[in-house]
């Protein structure tokens, strides 16, 4: 743990930081000099003279250990700190280095509490992978300093804070291939692979794979894939469509994984996207086996799967989305491509209307999706940007028979059918 940090701090100011406030984030780096006049960043603008700040890094060189550490901490941070501590998300990243983000939490607390504070995040320190720094002001409140625990109170290691442009690429965008979403299957089961101790599930989850599995074998009927929010009718357009063309219906996930979702649900997303991943391969080979006998409908595939994790992974506007046809929108290279993918769509208030009358319960994504209209434009946008093949769009607002009969003609134009 001392060498990996030693590693880290020797580049330590070439690192920006970034803490989420209002839902996107705000950046500032550190320098060994000040040069020129101090300005202080944006994220220290609303505190007050007599508050602390501390942030946190999960440093892990394991990353399913770090991210369920992650996971955990701010569960652990909301119980054990005093009431009225702020805790945001943060994280530290090298831009355009890939696999140089840390993740972690930013801590804002009234002085009277800093004693007790500093006791925990010094608990916290010595017996987890985390780097703990703190941060103080000048008398005048215009520069702000950056101080790294590890090190030894007679050589501690200080660092000025300074403002940082915007980079070009949003912090997560460099650590969401294959971590927030998976282009292959080796790569997903290397994940839950690891889980097998402490995650008992995931060796059922393993076991549904097929012991051979050719997942881009070309079917012999077409597929078309379904994907859209909930709400957008897309039930009861793959059933319509099921029975209009003599069709098999598929979901995916697959009913098989269905025993297991609540428990991958409740882990961090490195590994709750890696489950779900494995679920479009299951989905795939029942897929292939479906296919060789009449066209195939699918309730969902990989767009969906891609399309929530890159906008969970990504805060802030659409902007911060990765730019369109980046790496992060290919389709994976060892997975079956449906002929045909309709995107349903739907007007936000029509949208919101149908579920409140359907009075079901909702994912916490699809919670998120009612709440804040970003994630919600993200998700969307993402949709839009995934290739391979891409999305279709189709209005959802007209009657149920109508957008059957829009769909229909999407398919037999696209598929022959």
């Not at 009277?112 to 504070?117: E, P």
């Not at 300074?162 to 282009?183: A, R």
């Not at 296919?291 to 767009?303: C, E, L, N």
Request: proline content about 7%.
């Amino acid at each position: 743990m001392a060498r990996h940090l030693k590693l880290l701090v020797q580049r330590w100011s070439s690192r920006v930081f970034s803490v989420e406030v209002d839902a996107a984030p705000r950046y500032f780096g550190v320098r060994e000099q000040l040069r020129g006049e101090p300005v202080p960043p944006d994220v220290f603008s609303e505190v007050q003279k007599q508050d602390r700040c501390y942030s946190l890094l999960v440093c892990s060189g394991d990353r399913v250990t770090g991210d369920r550490f992650h996971w955990e901490l701010r569960d652990r941070l909301q119980t054990q700190l005093p009431p009225g501590s702020g805790l945001r998300s943060m994280s530290s990243f090298i831009p355009d280095q890939k696999g140089s983000l840390l993740k972690g939490y930013f801590l804002q607390s009234r002085a009277g509490n800093s004693s007790l504070i500093e006791d925990i995040l010094t608990d916290l320190e010595q017996r987890n992978p985390v780097l703990v720094c703190s941060y103080s002001q000048s008398e005048d409140g215009q520069q702000w300093t950056q101080c790294l625990w590890y090190q030894s109170e007679e050589n501690p290691v200080r660092f000025c804070v300074v403002p940082s442009e915007t980079p070009k690429h949003h912090p997560s965008v460099l650590n969401m291939i294959n971590s927030d979403v998976f282009y292959s299957l080796e790569e997903a089961c290397d994940v839950l692979k690891q889980c097998g101790d402490i995650i008992p599930e995931t060796r059922s989850v393993l076991g549904m794979l097929p012991s051979s599995l050719d997942a881009r074998r070309k079917p012999d009927f077409p597929v078309i894939v379904i994907e859209g929010l909930d709400a957008t009718g897309k039930t009861t357009l793959t059933e319509s469509l099921r029975d209009s063309l003599g069709a098999t219906l598929l979901r995916s996930p697959p009913q098989c994984l269905s025993a297991w979702r609540g428990r991958f649900d409740r882990e961090p997303p490195l590994i709750r996207r890696a489950f779900y991943a494995v679920g479009n391969y299951i989905t795939a080979e029942q897929i292939n086996q479906e296919a060789s006998k009449s066209p195939v409908i699918v309730d969902r595939f990989w767009h969906s799967t891609a399309a929530y994790a890159i906008a969970t992974a990504v805060t802030g506007p659409v902007s911060n989305l990765p730019h369109e046809g980046a790496e992060v929108y290919r389709w994976p290279g060892d997975l079956l491509q449906p002929s045909l993918v309709i995107l349903l769509t739907l007007d936000p208030e029509e949208r919101k209307r149908r579920l409140r009358s359907r009075g079901l319960m909702k994912t916490d994504e699809e919670e998120e999706l009612d709440h804040n209209k970003l994630f919600r434009l993200r998700v969307e946008e993402a949709y839009r940007r995934i290739g391979g093949p891409a999305c279709t769009a189709l209005d959802a607002s007209p009657s149920a028979d109508l957008v059957l009969q829009q769909a229909l003609l999407l398919i037999r134009a696209k598929c022959h059918l």
